[in-house]
């Protein structure tokens, strides 16, 4: 079992940043792919950024590249999201996740373990 625990959510004006954080426990962090999905009210939960095991590979949704950044600490057992430019359009509750695959994982049903989620309000 991992668990996984997000931070850093908030309240933040349209053009301003935020960081999440993601702390894990349980097994050994560097053995998982991670990710970070982000859910809004009415919709379903979407794809932000992914990252490697060793944290050198990451793809992130084709809308969100240059303004997102996802990365990883595996001595403190940390994943991060760094988030500039921030839209409105960006509020949603955002999902740290962990994989025991490898490749590219873009898709929610390739995580194995989930957060609770921590929420991201944009305001205009």
């Known amino acids: 079992q991992v668990q996984l625990v997000e931070s850093g959510g908030g309240l933040v004006q349209a053009g301003g940043s935020l960081r999440l954080s993601c702390a894990a426990s349980?097994?050994?962090?560097?053995?998982?792919?991670m990710g970070w999905f982000r859910q809004a009210p009415g919709k379903e939960r979407e794809f932000v950024a992914t990252?490697?095991?060793?944290?050198?590979?990451?793809t992130y949704a084709d809308s969100l590249k240059g303004r997102f950044t996802i990365s990883r600490d595996n001595a403190r057992n940390t994943l991060f999201l760094q988030m500039n430019s921030l839209k409105p359009e960006d509020t949603a509750v955002y999902y740290c996740?962990?994989?025991?695959?490898?490749?590219?994982?873009?898709?929610?049903?390739?995580?194995?373990?989930w957060g609770q989620g921590t929420q991201v309000t944009v305001s205009s």
């Open positions: 990252i490697n095991r060793i944290g050198v590979s990451t």
């Open positions: 996740a962990a994989s025991r695959r490898v490749g590219v994982l873009t898709t929610s049903n390739n995580y194995d373990y």
């Open positions: 349980g097994r050994t962090f560097s053995n998982y792919a």
